[in-house]
C-alpha cells in the first residue's frame, strides 16, 4: 500500500493500493501531533485493502486541519477574500493590485529581517504583468521559463509577504489559493493554457497550481 504526495507520480507507477492525500511534502498523516486526524489517514489506507482488485488510487477528502500557533492564535494573514470564482476577471486584478500593494511592505519588511527571499527575478507587479498579459497574446516571444519563474515569484511573494511563520505551508496553501484573488487568476490562467491550441501555453500550464490544490 501506499500513501501518495505527488498524484501524478502515483498514475504512473499504479501501485495496487494507493491513497492520494492533498497535504503537504513531507507529511503524508497531515498536521503534526493530531492523532485522531493522522489515524483517519491511516484508516483509510487499509480500508484499500477491501477492493478486489487494482491497482486502486483513491483521493482522500480532507484537508489537514490547521494547527494551533505556540500561543494558541490559529494563523491570521493580511489579506483574505471570499467567492473570488465568482468575480469578474476586471475585479480580479484590481484585487491583485489592492493584495500586492497591502502585501509589499510587510514582505520587505520580513526580507530585510530574514536577509533573504525566494524571489528570483521579478517584482510582483512585473510578475503579474507577464502573467495578466498571457491571456491577451502578450507571450507570443516569451520563453517559458520566464513564464514560469514570473509565477513562482509571484507565489513567493505572497507567502513572504504573508507570515514569518512558514513552517504551517499547509495553513498558507490554502490560504493563498483559497482567500487571494492572486491564487484565484492563477487558477483560471491554468485552464486558459490547457485549453489553448498553443503548445508554449501546454507546456508552462502546470506552473501555475500545484496538483494538490486544483
Known amino acids: 500500500m501506499h500513501i501518495s504526495l505527488v498524484r501524478e507520480h502515483t498514475e504512473k507507477i499504479a501501485p495496487p493500493r494507493a491513497l492520494w492525500v492533498p497535504f503537504e511534502l513531507g507529511r503524508p498523516l497531515g498536521t503534526p501531533s493530531m492523532p485522531e486526524f493522522q489515524k483517519k489517514v491511516l484508516l483509510a489506507v487499509l480500508h484499500l485493502l477491501e477492493r478486489p482488485s487494482g491497482p486502486v488510487l483513491e483521493d482522500f477528502p480532507e484537508e ?4 494551533p500557533r505556540r500561543n494558541g492564535v490559529v494563523q491570521e494573514f493580511p489579506v483574505r477574500h471570499f467567492a473570488l470564482d465568482k468575480a469578474p476577471d476586471e475585479i480580479l486584478v484590481r484585487i491583485v493590485e489592492e493584495e500586492i500593494g497591502i502585501l509589499n511592505p510587510l514582505y520587505e519588511a520580513r526580507r530585510a529581517r530574514r536577509g533573504r ?6 517584482s510582483p507587479e512585473k510578475a503579474f504583468r507577464i502573467l ?3 491571456a491577451a497574446g ?3 516571444d516569451m520563453p517559458a521559463e520566464t513564464i514560469r519563474m514570473a509565477a513562482f515569484d509571484l507565489k513567493s511573494f505572497y507567502y513572504e509577504g504573508a507570515t514569518d511563520d512558514l513552517s504551517d505551508r499547509n495553513a498558507a496553501d490554502i490560504w493563498f489559493w483559497s482567500e487571494t484573488a492572486a491564487g484565484e487568476t492563477l487558477r483560471r490562467l491554468r485552464e486558459y493554457c490547457i485549453a489553448s491550441d498553443d503548445p508554449l501555453l501546454k507546456s508552462v500550464a502546470g506552473a501555475f ?4 490544490r486544483l
Open 64 to 67: 489537514a486541519p490547521l494547527p
Open 117 to 122: 527571499t525566494s524571489t528570483i527575478e521579478f
Open 132 to 134: 495578466h498579459g498571457i
Open 138 to 140: 502578450n507571450h507570443r
Open 209 to 212: 497550481v500545484p496538483h494538490e
